[in-house]
């Protein structure tokens, strides 16, 4: 007969085994607890803020201010050129002292916008909308209007993901608190700290594109998130907490998407195509700043982590912050920083110029030290099939790379690497240490700009 605590450890074997999730994957270790205690500090304007024209996916937007121009807080900067772009406002009161090309995260340098701060607490707000009485039109509108981009990663400007084309019908709309980048601890902070704005929030983008319920997707490692959304959201019957199984990329889209409702993107659709709309948490708290408060996008919220940072933390910077003004403010980096990386461990860009800024979707900065990074030298490939198990879209990683190392970029083509997300998986489970992804993402990038010319021959 079986005792208490294995009937204990059964039930929990069969609640764990029910939790919902996609095939593949991988098991990174967390390294969450360096910041997840760490509740959000507001970090000092600094003195010099440098704002990249190109902060979304799409047109880089239009600067309309040039040198020696005076702007306050919250004046709109620069336009929005063409449907997917968006608008800049100034995050500051300052002088426009030059535009001129400056390091990115993006790895790439990008036309910035350089500001000198002037001491004053003048601040351009938009007007505030009462969110019962706002329509779908009002919400875009102003969502348009704030600047906001997706914080997710993609910086995918919002908007344009609440217009979906005529036709396509929207019924669900997804929140992702799956945060499954190792260090990160942004969204769960965010959870904690501001559930009802996130849920009301939420419910604004529910309206805008008229869709008819809600759910929150957190990975079962947040149970302290997990309660506080259920508390926000339990006045509102058409939001719902979904608990989804603790397995990197759970947060990504597609993946996301299929652990909540079993459905399926196909490959170069998009969740608009399934009736879905997916948002960040990060992305709902601006959609609610914006109509409850008339704040544009103006900052960004990240979290500062890895053993080579003295003081870990979870900050509101301003967007256009310097990355040495956050090391700073975090105490400086240890000695044996060996790897200063924007966003996740996973799929982040690595920093080479520290006055590189903070964008609108920078959703960390970590600082790694040897013993965070491995080394391992690279060996020939073991045909062991790990890198195909992880993939969660099905792709053969191996082939991926030994197709772009070849360059024979068309039969990539045919074997789908313009499908890969770049998470990372394959490579970080891969024991012949073979950089998998970075040759997949170049054969990708190869294989985007063929497209490209064939479209415009
Ligand atoms: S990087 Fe691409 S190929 Fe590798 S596991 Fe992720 S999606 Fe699959
Ligand atoms: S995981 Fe690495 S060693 Fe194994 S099949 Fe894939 S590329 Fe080869």
Redesign the pocket.
């Known amino acids: 007969m079986p005792n208490h605590s294995e009937v204990k450890i059964g039930l929990k074997m069969s609640l764990i085994s029910k939790l919902k999730t996609f095939k593949g994957g991988i098991h990174p270790k967390e390294y969450k607890s360096l910041t997840n205690k760490m509740e959000f500090e507001t970090i000092p304007i600094p003195q010099k803020l440098i704002i990249p024209l190109a902060q979304n996916l799409g047109n880089p937007s239009i600067s309309l201010v040039k040198k020696n121009d005076l702007v306050k807080t919250g004046d709109i900067i620069a336009e929005q050129n063409g449907f997917v772009s968006s608008i800049i406002h100034s995050p500051v009161n300052g002088k426009v002292t030059k535009i001129s090309n400056h390091p990115s995260v993006t790895g790439i340098p990008i036309n910035s916008i350089n500001i000198e701060k002037i001491d004053s607490n003048e601040i351009n707000l938009m007007s505030i909308l009462d969110p019962e009485r706002i329509s779908s039109e009002q919400i875009i509108e102003r969502v348009k209007y704030a600047g906001i981009v997706g914080q997710g990663g993609a910086a995918f400007p919002t908007y344009v993901k609440l217009s979906p084309p005529k036709g396509k019908k929207i019924e669900h709309v997804i929140l992702n608190g799956c945060e499954c980048e190792p260090y990160l601890s942004r969204d769960f902070r965010l959870m904690i700290e501001k559930p009802e704005e996130i849920i009301l929030g939420m419910q604004l983008i529910i309206k805008a594109v008229s869709a008819t319920k809600g759910t929150v997707g957190i990975e079962d490692n947040k149970p302290e998130a997990i309660e506080m959304i259920r508390n926000a959201a339990k006045n509102y019957q058409n939001i719902s907490v979904e608990v989804v199984k603790t397995k990197y990329p759970q947060g990504a889209e597609k993946m996301l998407i299929k652990a909540v409702t079993n459905k399926e993107v196909p490959p170069n659709k998009l969740p608009f195509d399934v009736g879905i709309v997916i948002q960040n948490i990060a992305t709902a708290i601006s959609v609610h700043d914006a109509i409850i408060k008339g704040m544009p996008q103006i900052s960004a919220s990240l979290t500062v982590s890895g053993l080579g940072i003295k003081n870990p933390k979870n900050l509101i910077v301003p967007i256009g912050t310097p990355i040495s003004d956050i090391l700073d403010y975090c105490g400086g980096i240890v000695q044996n920083t060996v790897r200063i990386i924007a966003g996740g461990p996973m799929m982040g860009a690595s920093i080479y110029d520290l006055s590189t800024p903070v964008m609108k979707a920078t959703s960390g900065i970590l600082v790694l030290t040897e013993e965070e990074i491995t080394h391992k030298e690279e060996t020939n ?8 198990e ?1 993939c969660a879209l099905n792709l053969i ?2 082939r991926l ?1 030994r197709l772009s190392l070849l360059d024979k970029l068309e039969l990539a083509e045919t074997q789908g690497i313009t499908i890969c997300m770049e998470c990372g998986s ?1 490579a970080y ?4 240490n ?1 950089p ?1 992804a970075q040759w997949i993402r170049y054969g990708k990038q190869k294989v985007l700009s063929l497209q490209k010319e064939r479209k415009s021959a």
């Open positions: 490939c073991l045909r062991c099939g790990k890198c195909v992880a990683p191996t790379a394959c489970t891969c024991p012949a073979i998998l």
